[in-house]
């Protein structure tokens, strides 16, 4: 079969059935992102394929430092062009890595570019990408409307305005774009100077005092329901690993004023503050019927060389070995024996932690909300091909596929979403394979709603976002 056929990755007549009549056609819940709400608001164009592909790109970053690219051709001041070339240089290099995939899908599903990416092809592509991106077909909102994206969640801190969000509302965009609640600044209690500023803009943006503890409460209260006014529909978190404590109010309050004085909090106090404040947004959550997200596993900025000269989200953080279950069914049964227990999406970035994940959510199920708690899709390390297989098998063996709440990009990039087309071409060949091998019957009444619901339409509901827009 050629690369990049029109039926990659279905290798059944099932699968190529199911992936081109249904999956195909069904609207992007992006559920979680990091794109930029300025740059929706304000529909950016793109200079240059540098600024919507390689910018802000950790997994391109990451790659090209492990092929022995020079630092300022990744992230420092080299000419966009000529970083761009850097990467040609490593695509090549990238065989059997899933950025060889994405790359050329990318280049296929937005620009019509089928030729191979490498050195002697990169600045043609480069100008005729350019040239594309130079119209309203490719411009912020014009890429949404493209790949029929139906919902975006962005990740904002509590501490951000909201006054893009509020922008994009008042607009034409044809995507609904709201923001997701993510207070992990407030956890940053070991690192005094980063949580008093912090706590220093949320005070402002709130309106409230937040160098006490039940001031800081009030004002995370107060920006959840700003939020929710600006049409919010999740938190997100992202933890090492869920403590294995508790904390009282009043150790809270010692904690949070230890670090507005200046001195850093130990690991347990870390550990405990942060299960205080996760169980009080949680129990917001709840009461506001938002769904919970937690991103578990990653060891942050393990290179001190790395972290001192590029900071933090630079392509650096790795897979982390930490114990994760004992924290976790600690934080979900604390809050349903007080029956403050919402719909909850969990992400595990160790592969080690796959069947603890698809395992733990039967455990929390109430038998009255479908797919409630549930494993989410291939995360970070994860999102490959290998990953999603593994992510939906093990999901199948030890829970429900067709509750699943399917794909996410958690990109920054606008030029990300064919990760949905290979997520979805990889369910479609796993449920046809069973088909063509006799393991699942035949009966498409059964099979086209189960691919339509992880593609779509379970998001949708979990988000409570009501009826397709397209």
Same mark, same amino acid.
């Given at each position: 079969?050629?690369?990049?056929?029109?039926?990659?990755?279905?290798?059944?007549?099932?699968?190529?059935?199911?992936?081109?009549?249904?999956?195909?056609?069904?609207?992007?819940?992006?559920?979680?992102?990091?794109?930029?709400?300025?740059?929706?608001?304000?529909?950016?164009?793109?200079?240059?394929?540098?600024?919507?592909?390689?910018?802000?790109?950790?997994?391109?970053?990451?790659?090209?430092?492990?092929?022995?690219?020079?630092?300022?051709?990744?992230?420092?001041?080299?000419?966009?062009?000529?970083?761009?070339?850097?990467?040609?240089?490593?695509?090549?290099?990238?065989?059997?890595?899933?950025?060889?995939?994405?790359?050329?899908?990318?280049?296929?599903?937005?620009?019509?570019?089928?030729?191979?990416?490498?050195?002697?092809?990169?600045?043609?592509?480069?100008?005729?990408?350019?040239?594309?991106?130079?119209?309203?077909?490719?411009?912020?909102?014009?890429?949404?409307?493209?790949?029929?994206?139906?919902?975006?969640?962005?990740?904002?801190?509590?501490?951000?305005?909201?006054?893009?969000?509020?922008?994009?509302?008042?607009?034409?965009?044809?995507?609904?774009?709201?923001?997701?609640?993510?207070?992990?600044?407030?956890?940053?209690?070991?690192?005094?100077?980063?949580?008093?500023?912090?706590?220093?803009?949320?005070?402002?943006?709130?309106?409230?005092?937040?160098?006490?503890?039940?001031?800081?409460?009030?004002?995370?209260?107060?920006?959840?329901?700003?939020?929710?006014?600006?049409?919010?529909?999740?938190?997100?978190?992202?933890?090492?690993?869920?403590?294995?404590?508790?904390?009282?109010?009043?150790?809270?309050?010692?904690?949070?004023?230890?670090?507005?004085?200046?001195?850093?909090?130990?690991?347990?106090?870390?550990?405990?503050?942060?299960?205080?404040?996760?169980?009080?947004?949680?129990?917001?959550?709840?009461?506001?019927?938002?769904?919970?997200?937690?991103?578990?596993?990653?060891?942050?900025?393990?290179? !001190?060389?790395?972290?001192?000269? /590029?900071?933090?989200?630079?392509?650096?953080?790795?897979? +982390?070995? %930490? @114990?994760?279950?004992? #924290?976790?069914?600690?934080?979900?049964?604390?809050?349903?024996?007080?029956?403050?227990?919402?719909?909850?999406?969990?992400?595990?970035?160790?592969?080690?932690?796959?069947?603890?994940?698809?395992?733990?959510?039967?455990?929390?199920?109430?038998?009255?909300?479908?797919?409630?708690?549930?494993?989410?899709?291939?995360?970070?390390?994860?999102?490959?091909?290998?990953?999603?297989?593994?992510?939906?098998?093990?999901?199948?063996?030890?829970?429900?596929?067709?509750?699943?709440?399917?794909?996410?990009?958690?990109?920054?990039?606008?030029?990300?979403?064919?990760?949905?087309?290979?997520?979805?071409?990889?369910?479609?060949?796993?449920?046809?394979?069973?088909?063509?091998?006799?393991?699942? !019957?035949?009966?498409?009444?059964? /099979?086209?709603?189960?691919?339509?619901?992880?593609?779509? +339409?379970? %998001? @949708?509901?979990?988000? #409570?976002?009501?009826?397709?827009?397209?």
């Amino acid at each position: 079969m050629p690369f990049l056929a029109a039926d990659f990755l279905l290798s059944s007549d099932p699968a190529r059935d199911l992936y081109h009549r249904v999956a195909a056609a069904q609207p992007i819940i992006d559920y979680h992102c990091h794109l930029s709400p300025k740059d929706i608001a304000e529909d950016r164009q793109f200079a240059n394929l540098h600024e919507a592909w390689l910018e802000g790109d950790h997994y391109k970053w990451r790659a090209m430092r492990a092929d022995g690219v020079a630092e300022d051709l990744i992230t420092g001041a080299a000419p966009p062009l000529e970083k761009f070339r850097a990467w040609a240089r490593t695509v090549p290099h990238t065989l059997r890595n899933p950025l060889f995939h994405w790359t050329h899908l990318e280049l296929a599903r937005y620009f019509g570019i089928e030729t191979l990416l490498e050195e002697s092809s990169a600045e043609s592509i480069w100008h005729e990408a350019n040239r594309q991106l130079a119209t309203a077909e490719l411009s912020a909102r014009g890429i949404l409307r493209r790949f029929k994206v139906d919902f975006v969640g962005t990740t904002d801190d509590p501490a951000d305005p909201l006054d893009w969000h509020a922008q994009i509302a008042a607009s034409n965009c044809p995507t609904r774009v709201v923001p997701t609640f993510r207070p992990d600044a407030a956890l940053k209690v070991s690192q005094p100077d980063r949580v008093r500023g912090w706590a220093r803009r949320l005070a402002e943006i709130s309106g409230l005092a937040t160098d006490t503890f039940p001031g800081l409460l009030a004002a995370i209260e107060k920006r959840h329901a700003d939020f929710a006014r600006a049409g919010c529909r999740a938190t997100d978190h992202g933890l090492e690993y869920l403590p294995d404590t508790d904390c009282t109010d009043a150790e809270a309050a010692a904690i949070w004023q230890q670090a507005m004085g200046g001195t850093a909090a130990t690991r347990d106090q870390a550990d405990a503050f942060a299960i205080r404040i996760m169980l009080h947004v949680a129990r917001l959550n709840h009461a506001a019927g938002w769904v919970t997200q937690l991103h578990l596993g990653p060891f942050r900025d393990p290179n !001190p060389l790395l972290a001192r000269s /590029l900071g933090a989200d630079a392509g650096c953080d790795t897979i +982390g070995d %930490a @114990r994760q279950g004992p #924290g976790l069914v600690r934080f979900l049964g604390t809050l349903a024996a007080e029956n403050s227990l919402g719909r909850t999406i969990l992400y595990n970035i160790n592969p080690a932690d796959n069947a603890l994940f698809a395992a733990l959510p039967g455990s929390f199920q109430d038998g009255v909300t479908p797919g409630k708690i549930q494993w989410g899709s291939g995360w970070w390390f994860l999102d490959q091909e290998r990953g999603m297989r593994e992510q939906m098998n093990m999901l199948s063996d030890m829970g429900l596929l067709s509750r699943f709440v399917g794909m996410v990009t958690d990109s920054r990039s606008f030029l990300s979403y064919p990760r949905h087309e290979y997520f979805r071409r990889i369910l479609c060949d796993l449920l046809g394979g069973d088909v063509a091998t006799g393991r699942l !019957p035949d009966r498409r009444d059964w /099979l086209e709603p189960l691919v339509t619901a992880v593609c779509s +339409g379970n %998001a @949708r509901e979990a988000l #409570g976002l009501g009826t397709s827009a397209a």
